[in-house]
């Protein structure tokens, strides 16, 4: 079998390793350079703590709030779109307390299972300086301490280790916090990566597995027979293949109304 993958992140530059080993002819491609979009500009955290889902009661309020602040981590240009108007509808039909406890043990295991993995190949001899020392939030007043409380007895509900911390205990841990930093929390599972040094490692490991790789290279359409995809049309010419995978991040819908 022949697998095309869309997008050289680390979805599609794990999802070409994994494949590779089973002996799938690989190809992937990249429309930039390997990991240089959302993979690089990201903290690179395996949150393993992080089980709550993003659509949850309170999130759309304040991310209104939000939207027309450029400087926010939740700025969206007001438009007449139908498909940000049908999304956001969507989003706030999700944020429900049922969806958030329905989602949250299948983040648990996910995450759980994605930090095994990298593990599993930080012990392969891939050099990402992989680093597991755990993650300190810290809250600056009452209504982030309350917070705090109420995600600590959420994820023991879960069995997600997680420790409150008072002002002492914050800095044994973090030593030069500020002074009005007086809670915190602690969560010892989540690990760090290189971004950088992760795409790297595995995209030489990849080649050396047989995955060719193609960056540089932008696709311009979608050639399907049928109901089936046949062919991607790109710059650099025609690749066809008997699957394909989109891995392109905030494009990947872009390739999808193409099919």
């Known amino acids: 079998m022949s697998v095309i993958i869309v997008g050289g992140g680390v979805i599609g530059v794990c999802a070409a390793y994994y494949l590779s080993q089973t ?33 949850a009661p309170g999130v759309l309020s304040q991310g209104l709030k939000w939207m027309l602040d450029s400087s926010s981590p939740f700025s ?9 108007i049908r999304w956001l509808l969507q989003f706030r039909a999700a944020a429900t307390e049922d969806n958030v406890a329905r989602c949250a043990p299948i983040l648990r295991d996910l995450t759980q299972r994605s930090l095994h993995l990298y593990k599993d190949l930080d012990a392969s001899g891939l050099n990402f300086d ?104 790109t710059d650099q010419g025609q690749y066809s293949a008997d699957q394909f995978i989109f891995a392109a991040g905030a494009w990947t819908s872009l390739l999808a109304k193409k099919v």
């Open 23 to 55: 002996g799938v002819k690989v190809t992937l491609i990249e429309k930039n350079t390997l990991g240089g979009a959302a993979t690089h500009g990201n903290a690179c955290w395996i949150a393993t703590s992080h089980i709550e889902s993003t659509a």
């Open 76 to 84: 969206i240009k007001p438009r007449l779109d139908l498909d940000l």
């Open 130 to 233: 992989f680093a597991q020392q755990g993650l300190v939030q810290i809250q600056f007043d009452e209504k982030y301490r309350k917070a705090a409380i109420k995600e600590q007895a959420m994820l023991a509900d879960y069995g997600v280790e997680c420790h409150l911390l008072d002002r002492d205990d914050l800095r044994e841990l973090v030593p030069n916090l500020q002074p009005e930093v007086e809670h915190g929390l602690f969560k010892p599972n989540p690990a760090q990566i290189n971004p950088d040094k992760f795409i790297a490692a595995m995209a030489a490991r990849c080649r050396a597995q047989g995955v060719t790789i193609v960056d540089g290279c932008a696709v311009l359409d979608v050639e399907t027979q049928g109901a089936k995809i046949v062919s991607l049309k």
